[in-house]
T-cell receptor, first 112, second 117 residues
Framework: GDSVTQMEGPVTLSEEAFLTINCTYT??????LFWYVQYPGEGLQLLLK???ADDKGSNKGFEATYRKETTSFHLEKGSVQVSDSAVYFC???????????WGAGTKLIIKP | GAGVSQSPSNKVTEKGKDVELRCDPI?????LYWYRQRLGQGLEFLIY????????KSGLPSDRFSAERTGESVSTLTIQRTQQEDSAVYLC???????????????FGPGTRLTVT
């Protein structure tokens, strides 16, 4: 069935380090892909999205490129800040459906 | 405008009791979703409402779980005879249908943390 796999956390980095959180998916059809972020004590927020192959989503310095050939949507940021500490979720939705299929989440901890 | 709101924010209940969780979606959003998030895990789909169509209840884990929605407004998720494994954060989200198709962006409420003792 359709699924999303993302790297296990927690991921611990120092401030200004380069971040990659891996996300791969399995889907029948042509999904749209999303990264959601959950800051401590807050609700889930959409971080970025890409709706077709080779699209790049970007927001707040984060980027992810929809790679159909590798079925991946890895999240990257060039220089992380303490305020980026949160749980990050990769998700997909199929054109033929309305349910978001979620990865398990990756906790990111940034140390000053 | 106001975002998705949920109440209560926290609920502690004894095993065997019934609980009711409430979600107020963003005004004008036709789609409403309920999810469950267990500690350290991803989101688990429970139920989906779209306008006046029959809801998709395929994610409800047992017949102790039910949900209602009046038109395109408030929704309530009811858990009867709660069990300890029902302890989780229950999240509600809403979205609007964009012109020509679905808008996939879901806006989430802050969740209700349910603890069954």
């Amino acid at each position: 069935g359709d699924s999303v796999t993302q790297m296990e956390g927690p991921v611990t980095l120092s401030e200004e380090a380069f971040l990659t959180i891996n996300c791969t998916y399995t889907a029948t059809g042509y999904p749209s892909l999303f990264w959601y972020v959950q800051y401590p004590g807050e609700g889930l927020q959409l971080l970025l999205k890409a709706t077709k192959a080779d699209d790049k989503g970007s927001n707040k310095g984060f980027e992810a490129t929809y790679r159909k050939e590798t079925t991946s949507f890895h999240l990257e940021k060039g220089s992380v800040q303490v305020s980026d500490s949160a749980v990050y979720f990769c998700a997909l939705i199929l054109d033929s459906n309305y349910q978001l299929i979620w990865g398990a989440g990756t906790k990111l901890i940034i140390k000053p | 405008g106001a975002g998705v709101s949920q109440s209560p924010s926290n609920k502690v209940t004894e095993k065997g009791k019934d609980v009711e969780l409430r979600c107020d979606p963003i005004s004008g959003h036709t789609a409403l979703y309920w999810y469950r998030q267990r500690l350290g895990q991803g989101l688990e789909f429970l139920i989906y409402f779209q306008g006046n169509s029959a809801p998709d209840k395929s994610g409800l884990p047992s017949d102790r779980f039910s949900a209602e929605r009046t038109g395109e407004s408030v929704s309530t998720l009811t858990i009867q005879r709660t069990q300890q494994e029902d302890s989780a954060v229950y999240l509600c989200a809403s979205s609007s249908r964009a012109s020509g198709g679905y808008s996939y962006e879901q806006y989430f409420g802050p969740g209700t943390r349910l603890t069954v003792t």
